[in-house]
């Protein structure tokens, strides 16, 4: 089945960010996304891509239309068995946006190679989790190809999730920490196990920035129906949080049309910040020392006005 990018942008040109969910089998990943999905204020939609049942938290869902669950905050639920193109299509149809989009993959698939869905129309790549758990990670009996295939798996995390750790020794979980550490140097990790982690960790699940930036700021490249303008706007720091909203309240008369995404790192008297905008949603938020690096322009990309 060939997919076509649809004609027209959905949403007023407006884009939705899109969170990857991998890991191999029985690593904890809709276990994980039903968490994220209880602390979330704002809808999400999840897509499945799986063929089966969609296993999401019977707390959650306010009705069951085949493969579709409506979510009690009014998001959406389906198993993708079409493919991608068809799970997109059924949010795009949507009058109004979903603020997120998190896909779960399934056990044995490779979040490199689905990435590029992550710039369809009308949706951004936001970033890729993949949920590890402690006693895979540490299994040196692991068949080589499933070794390989779940290492290939870690090496495109832009966050790592590691769980299990609640019912494992310290001494094994300092051994999985390590070899995370080498096979993805400078990924931040969070610990996944139950009781073990801190209230909202997982909101980071919705916040990454752009897959594996090195440089926060990066930005995908337009899709073959975009008619987005990219702009740089110098910010001249350190700014506290009245100076950076002051900037972003000024940009849609700056850049003279709709700002579909901005993102910079600026310096403020407490620390270096990423400053994330998506459509009317702003987010500031601190960078890890991990994440630190040298301030950036304001990256811009806007819908030109046609009046």
Partial sequence: MTYQEPEFLPWDGRRVPITFVGGYLGAGKTTAINEVLAEADRPIAVIVNDVGAINIDAK???????????????????TSIDGFGAAFDQIRA??????????????????????????????????????????????????????????????????????????????????????????????????????????????????????????????????????????????????????????????????GGHIARAKGVVDTPDGQVLIQVVGQRREITSLLPSELQEPTDLVVISIPSTG
């Fill in 60 to 78: 959650l869902i306010k009705k069951r239309n085949g493969d579709t669950l409506e979510l009690t905050d009014g998001c959406v639920c389906c």
């Fill in 94 to 255: 949507r009058s109004e946006p979903p603020a997120h989009v998190i896909v779960e993959l399934s056990g044995v698939a490779e979040p490199a190679n689905i990435v590029p869905w992550g710039s369809s129309a009308g949706f951004l790549l936001d970033g890729v989790v993949v949920v590890a758990a402690v006693d895979q990670v540490v299994d040196d009996e692991m068949p080589e190809w499933i070794r390989a295939h779940l290492d290939r798996q870690l090496t495109a995390a832009d966050l790592i999730v590691l769980t299990k750790t609640d019912i494992s020794y310290p001494a094994v979980i300092e051994i999985a920490r390590n070899r995370l550490a080498s096979l993805a140097p400078g990924v931040p990790m969070i610990d996944g196990g139950f009781g073990q982690r801190e209230p909202g960790s997982l909101g980071r699940f919705l916040s990454l920035g752009g897959h594996q930036a090195g440089d926060a700021t990066r930005v995908p490249g337009p899709t073959l129906f975009d008619f987005h303008q990219t702009d740089t706007i110098p910010i001249d720091g350190p700014l506290d949080r009245a100076g950076i909203d002051a900037v972003l309240d000024a940009l849609p008369r700056h850049i």
